[in-house]
């Protein structure tokens, strides 16, 4: 069945289309195939939302470990394989998946950086560079165009590329509030219309 994939998923997400990938997974599918579902081929405007509805039935569903046969909830699966003798004795320890870094080329010296270093790149050797260029960055995000802009590269990346939301906003806490204003929100309807009647 699905479930005993789902295990493997760290950070579920689903889109309109239907497709269900890890948050690791997709990210990285992202960044090469232009924002589409690599199932469908769908255009995904965003990168998905989490997928709550699997993350509970994962809390509430047990499958017994493959090698020693323990019952384990499917959302702790991962953790018990890292420390399962069993597991480790026949496949080994588990390997974390990482998200590879985008890579990106400097448009001044054709340097192949990480996204993460471009900016420091920049400043280092290039700080008085005026040419026209194009952004290495902007390719990577939807409905961005990529096309030549004058002025200061380095300002555009501190403009443009230094602020990254996940790293600042609690995204579960946001959609928990979210869900909370709308039962509240149609108990209050629900109350009102009572009244009325």
């Given at each position: 069945?699905?479930?005993?994939?789902?295990?493997?998923?760290?950070g579920?997400?689903?889109?309109?289309c239907?497709?269900?990938?890890?948050?690791?997974?997709?990210?990285?599918?992202?960044?090469?195939?232009?924002?589409?579902?690599?199932?469908?081929?769908?255009?995904?405007?965003?990168?998905?939302?989490?997928?709550?509805?699997?993350?509970?039935?994962?809390?509430?569903?047990?499958?017994n470990?493959?090698?020693?046969?323990?019952?384990?909830?499917?959302?702790?699966?991962?953790?018990?394989?890292?420390?399962?003798?069993?597991?480790?004795?026949?496949?080994?320890?588990?390997?974390?998946?990482?998200?590879?870094?985008?890579?990106?080329?400097?448009?001044?010296?054709?340097?192949?950086?990480?996204?993460?270093?471009?900016?420091?790149?920049?400043?280092?050797?290039?700080?008085?560079?005026?040419?026209?260029?194009?952004?290495?960055?902007?390719?990577?995000?939807?409905?961005?165009?990529?096309?030549?802009?004058?002025?200061?590269?380095?300002?555009?990346?501190?403009?443009?590329?230094?602020?990254?939301?996940?790293?600042?906003?609690?995204?579960?806490?946001i959609?928990?509030?979210?869900?909370?204003?709308?039962?509240?929100?149609?108990?209050?309807?629900?109350?009102?219309?009572?009244?009325?009647?």
């Amino acid at each position: 069945s699905d479930w005993e994939a789902l295990w493997e998923a760290s950070g579920p997400v689903s889109w309109r289309c239907g497709s269900l990938f890890c948050r690791s997974c997709i990210a990285t599918s992202l960044k090469s195939s232009k924002w589409t579902c690599p199932y469908c081929r769908a255009y995904l405007p965003s990168e998905g939302v989490p997928a709550t509805d699997v993350v509970r039935r994962m809390k509430a569903e047990y499958r017994n470990c493959a090698e020693c046969d323990t019952p384990v909830c499917l959302s702790e699966m991962r953790a018990h394989i890292r420390t399962c003798e069993k597991y480790i004795d026949t496949y080994g320890p588990l390997q974390e998946l990482e998200e590879p870094a985008t890579r990106c080329v400097c448009p001044f010296c054709q340097r192949e950086l990480d996204e993460d270093s471009l900016l420091d790149h920049c400043i280092t050797h290039h700080r008085s560079e005026r040419r026209p260029v194009f952004c290495p960055l902007c390719r990577f995000l939807p409905n961005e165009n990529p096309g030549t802009f004058q002025g200061s590269l380095i300002r555009h990346l501190q403009v443009n590329h230094t602020l990254f939301y996940g790293n600042f906003i609690d995204f579960n806490i946001i959609e928990e509030a979210l869900i909370q204003r709308a039962l509240d929100q149609s108990l209050l309807e629900y109350v009102n219309h009572s009244d009325t009647t």
